[in-house]
């Protein structure tokens, strides 16, 4: 077929339409490609190839942050993860411990209901299960910062990860802009009830990159998870060498797998339990094709898991006792009562007298989001204060009168807490009678939750209420 002479004229045409009009954002909706905007702004000075980190479930946030980069603004001036690598360090129990605790995060763990025992029989916890995390899951996150805990055992990290080469960008006689590659790396961390080990799955998606940077697709791009643990004992027992592939070889299979152990440490005075932390993160390594730019490498944001060799996790009915397990320890859990859930109906009275506790107006009690948590107290490990707050419940409930038989007198904060009768505190420790079934059944529960969510000793949480 033929072409008129005027071919070429309109195909500089569309390319310089297609060149101004691409889209501004970086990251556009939830789940949908990325795409960097053509920027002539940055200084000379800054004209460097970059590796950074943006958060993958803030497009709005996204965009803003982009508007500032057209501006001349560099990734660290904006808080982002530029070029960050994590350096190994010397740690001790103690340093690692009071990190953990500095995190004022918190995750909802709830019991699940199972169908109501038959009439007659002592009403029992539910079996223990994992809830653990899908990789859709933690892409929906919205405003995630950093890792999302969904409880003990499951948290997550997702992000998008950028190199931008901006010595490629205009002004320049042709409409095309810097050279840039992205792609979204999702990290899925899962502990365990009954060993001290902790797998990570990750998956690389959503890969674009600018009109002009197709060859970038042959880049290499290496994803490990990285380990730092207590200098004198034996962690992060697995492997940290990279998963190496280009972007076309991760496009055709984008997930990969690792996992970690701990060796537990002997036990001491100050560590029956065993405990050791690990640091871990992400590190990803982009190597583009050719020789003209350099690989760079950046780090994710840190986690803390927890490893005990614990072995008074006891529930009888149903049988669970798991001796050893790993948790994710920066964030704090809140035990839900499901307050008109037909399942605990027969706890309603404990249920309530430890709602109004903390609930009631001008209440001071602790162990409610807002105020102090509750810190457990295990009895083996303690036992003056464990007598000692039963010595003051006891004082306390001979005070009121009580209804009848088949009552029992119910505490809140509870004994297996420091923040029980033995405080003395004025207007933080209440005793109400209630059914001897409700105190037994709400004991059985509390016993179990402490050890499906591996609470240790001087563990602290919170109570809430799901109405």
């Keep these: 077929m033929r072409r008129s002479p005027w071919f070429p004229v309109v195909l500089v045409l569309v390319l310089v339409f297609i060149g101004f009009f691409t889209p501004e954002s970086v990251i556009g909706k939830q789940n949908e490609g990325l795409e960097y905007k053509k920027t002539s702004t940055m200084n000379s000075s800054k004209d460097k190839p970059q590796i950074y980190i943006i958060p993958t479930n803030d497009p709005e946030k996204a965009d803003q942050v982009i508007k500032q980069l057209e501006k001349g603004k560099m990734p660290e001036e904006l808080g982002l993860i530029s070029g960050q ?12 411990a009071s990190e953990a605790a500095k995190s ?16 007659g029989t002592a009403w ?9 995390i899908q990789f859709e899951e933690c892409m929906d996150r919205e405003n995630m910062d950093g890792w999302w805990f969904k409880n003990k055992y499951a948290s997550c990290w997702s992000n998008y990860i950028v190199y931008s080469d901006p010595a490629g960008c205009g002004p320049s006689w042709f409409p095309f802009g810097c050279d840039w590659v992205s792609f979204r790396l999702t990290v899925l961390a899962h502990g365990y009830n009954g060993l001290r080990t902790v797998d990570y799955s990750y998956k690389v998606d959503d890969i674009d990159m600018d009109l002009d940077s197709q060859g970038w697709i042959g880049s290499k791009v290496s994803i490990s998870m990285q380990c730092d643990g207590i200098s004198e004992y034996r962690d992060c027992l697995g492997d940290e ?8 070889q991760w496009r055709s299979h984008g997930e990969g797998y690792t996992i ?3 060796d537990p440490p002997p036990v001491t005075a100050g560590n029956k339990d065993q405990v050791s932390f690990m640091d871990l993160w992400p590190r990803v390594t982009i190597d583009p094709p050719g020789k003209k730019l350099p690989p760079l490498t950046s780090d994710g944001r840190k986690q803390k898991v927890r490893m005990d060799s ?9 049988f669970f006792w798991p001796k050893e397990g790993s948790v994710f320890a920066e964030a704090t859990p809140v035990f839900y009562y499901k307050m008109n859930d037909p399942y605990f109906s027969i706890m309603k009275e404990a249920f309530q007298h430890h709602k109004d506790a903390l609930k009631s107006p001008g209440s001071l009690f602790p162990g409610i989001e807002g105020r102090p948590p509750l810190t457990r107290l295990y009895s083996k490990y303690d036992p003056e204060r464990y007598d000692a707050n039963r010595r003051a419940k006891d004082k306390a409930c001979a005070k009121i009168e009580k209804p009848g038989e088949g009552y029992e007198c119910d505490e809140f904060p509870f004994r297996s807490t420091y923040e029980g009768g033995a405080t003395g505190e004025a207007g933080k420790f209440s005793v109400r009678y209630i059914p001897t079934a409700a105190n037994n059944s709400h004991g059985r529960l509390l016993a179990a939750w402490y050890a499906y969510n591996r609470i240790l000793h001087k563990d602290e949480f919170y109570i809430g209420f799901k109405e």
């Excluded at 995750?107 to 038959?118: K, Q, R, Y």
């Excluded at 060498?241 to 076309?248: E, F, G, M, Q, V």
């Design 310 to 318: 614990a072995d008074y996790m006891f529930v009888f009915q149903p």
């Design 85 to 96: 690598k994590h350096v190994p360090k010397e740690q001790t129990l103690k340093q690692m």
């Design 241 to 248: 060498s990279p998963d190496k592939r280009t972007l076309a």
């Design 260 to 262: 970690f152990e701990s």
């Design 124 to 132: 029992a916890p539910p079996p223990f299960e994992y809830d653990n």
């Design 104 to 119: 004022k995060k918190t995750f909802p763990v709830e019991m699940d209901s199972v169908e109501t025992a038959e009439e």
